[in-house]
């Protein structure tokens, strides 16, 4: 049997903005052990749904204009819209071949130093 006491000096420093923190350590966590060697998942999944929200924008602006006979003018900022979703969403997938890129250089290096301890021993 368990014999508690109450608090003589100070008060808990655990409440609800602990568990608040807590929570975000724990999501930072799962994103790195996720994404730190496979960074293309993350940044070409962002790319790949700006570039088809920028195909589908374009391909509204080309409706209106073809089946509704509208001017591009009357619809000039979704046109521009359009362009810049699908250079965004090129961006976004070039930045993840770099970083794949830059995953597989670490890793490999990495194995290199293991395989070098490992002989060594």
Do not use: C, W
């Not at 046109?79 to 071949?97: A, K, R, T, W």
């Not at 770099?98 to 060594?120: C, H, N, P, T, W």
Request: hydrophobic share 45%; no cysteine.
């Amino acid at each position: 049997m368990v014999n508690h006491r109450p608090r003589k000096y100070g008060e808990t420093k655990y409440g609800g903005s602990r568990i608040f923190h807590g929570f975000f350590d724990l999501l930072t966590i799962l994103f790195l052990n996720k994404y730190t060697q496979h960074p293309l998942h993350f940044f070409g999944m962002i790319g790949l749904t700006t570039f088809s929200a920028g195909i589908f924008t374009e391909l509204v602006v080309l409706y209106y204009k073809f089946f509704l006979g509208e001017p591009f003018a009357k619809h000039i900022a979704l046109l521009l819209l359009g362009v810049i979703l699908i250079f965004i969403g090129i961006q976004f997938f070039s930045i993840g071949l770099l970083g794949e890129m830059m995953a597989r250089y670490s890793q490999r290096k990495e194995d290199r130093v293991k395989e070098i301890i490992s002989f060594s021993d």
